[in-house]
């Protein structure tokens, strides 16, 4: 689904594309396994076998959303990163009140248990996000590859099905404002450059938040993106990255 960005770094970067377990084109697993502690182990298993393949070099995160929030947990436990580049993360401005948090939490994952779940076409899938204003100002093709990485044909057998399950994304949305909360940037010691959505748009995760005041990251925001800033500008957000790494001196250590 994120074609549109990363296809931009293949000349310049190895690129390792993989998505998070019961996402993507990942099987459904249990949905006791389904949560932030193992995303983390997980992506940690993912950084030793890249670590194995391609041996010592500069690895920069490269991550959006609830997984950028795992790359930091991630990033605080190991400190494996050269450097992380994160996407919109869903995290806590410092001085939200914890009522508000779990306030946000508790209606976003009331919102996906009644999300609709399978689909006749993928025609039927594609009309539907016409009028889902996170997904109108995606770059021309993003919805169908959207259609490709979202969508599982039926265990039904006719049809289509959303490949994550709602009741597995709501689950992660009833513990992902504790884990935002939790995060500790002085943890992270490796450069970190945040890109996020306009903060005067409303966001489909939590409130795009000015990380500005936290002094260990490099914050920006795209005006007039929303919270999948990659599919809407995904040149600007590409450009961003190459900046950042030739800035941080990454690839020089």
């Not at 377990?21 to 932030?36: F, Q, S, Y």
């Not at 689909?119 to 959207?146: H, M, N, T």
């Not at 289509?160 to 399950?165: D, V």
């Not at 306009?198 to 919270?227: C, G, K, M, N, W």
Request: aromatic fraction near 12%; proline fraction near 6%.
């Amino acid at each position: 689904m994120y074609y549109p960005f990363w296809s931009l770094l293949c000349d310049q970067f190895d690129l390792i594309v993989y998505d998070i377990r019961n996402h993507g084109w990942n099987p459904v697993t249990d949905l006791e396994m389904h949560n932030i502690a193992v995303f983390v182990d997980d992506g940690e298993k993912v950084f030793d076998a890249v670590s194995q393949r391609f041996g010592p070099k500069s690895t920069i995160g490269v991550f959006h959303s609830l997984s950028a929030l795992i790359a930091l947990i991630q990033a605080a436990n190991s400190g494996e990163f050269s450097a992380l580049f994160l996407l919109d993360p869903p995290i806590a401005k410092p001085g939200v009140s914890e009522q508000d948090l779990e306030s946000i939490g508790d209606r976003l994952a009331a919102m996906t248990r009644i999300r609709q779940y399978t689909f006749d076409s993928r025609e039927q899938f594609l009309e539907i996000l016409d009028y889902v204003p996170l997904y109108s100002g995606f770059v021309p093709g993003a919805k169908e590859l959207a259609s490709k990485a979202l969508l599982r044909p039926s265990t039904s057998g006719t049809g289509y099905e959303l490949r994550c399950p709602p009741e597995y994304e709501a689950q992660v949305l009833d513990y992902v404002i504790a884990w935002s909360a939790a995060v500790d940037f002085e943890e992270i010691h490796c450069p970190t450059k945040v890109i996020g959505a306009d903060p005067t748009i409303r966001s489909a995760f939590l409130p795009s938040l000015d990380l500005a005041e936290i002094v260990q990251i490099d914050y920006d925001f795209v005006p007039d993106a929303a919270h999948l800033v990659q599919l809407e500008r995904p040149k600007e957000c590409a450009e961003f990255l190459r900046e950042f790494i030739e800035t941080s001196g990454v690839l020089a250590k």
